[in-house]
Nanobody
Framework: QVQLVESGGGLVQAGGSLRLSCAAS???????VGWFRQAPGREREFVAG????????NYADSVKGRFTISRDNAKNTVYLQMNSLKSEDTAVYCC?????????????????WGQGTQVTVSS
């Protein structure tokens, strides 16, 4: 079993920054971790992903250059550093894990999900 708990969300002014954390517990194996977000009235979308073992990452075009995903193996935690936040970044952000050796960009590709943390960017 893998359990994921997100934290770090909150209210921030446009142009500001937040760092989200995804703490993982349970069985350990090589997998990818992804961040997704869902805004009201919109479908859940892929934000960023990372291969746990190697640190290789991938980003959605909408956040590329602004967001950085990283992980701390010792803490079993994945981070999403969000800079230059825009109002359109407002969403519930969830982390998820997949046993796939590659980063999946659709929600169907993930096996376990956290409950999410709200990010609100004021304009």
């Amino acid at each position: 079993q893998v359990q994921l708990v997100e934290s770090g969300g909150g209210l921030v002014q446009a142009g500001g920054s937040l760092r989200l954390s995804c703490a993982a517990s349970g069985r350990t194996f090589s997998y990818a971790v992804g961040w997704f977000r869902q805004a009201p009235g919109r479908e859940r979308e892929f934000v960023a992903g990372i291969i746990w073992s190697t640190g290789w990452s991938n980003y959605a075009d909408s956040v590329k250059g602004r967001f950085t995903i990283s992980r701390d193996n010792a803490k079993n935690t994945v981070y999403l550093q969000m800079n230059s936040l825009k109002s359109e970044d407002t969403a519930v952000y969830c982390c998820a894990v997949t046993s796939s050796p590659s980063i999946q960009t659709s929600r169907e590709g993930y096996d376990y999900w956290g409950q999410g943390t709200q990010v609100t960017v004021s304009s």
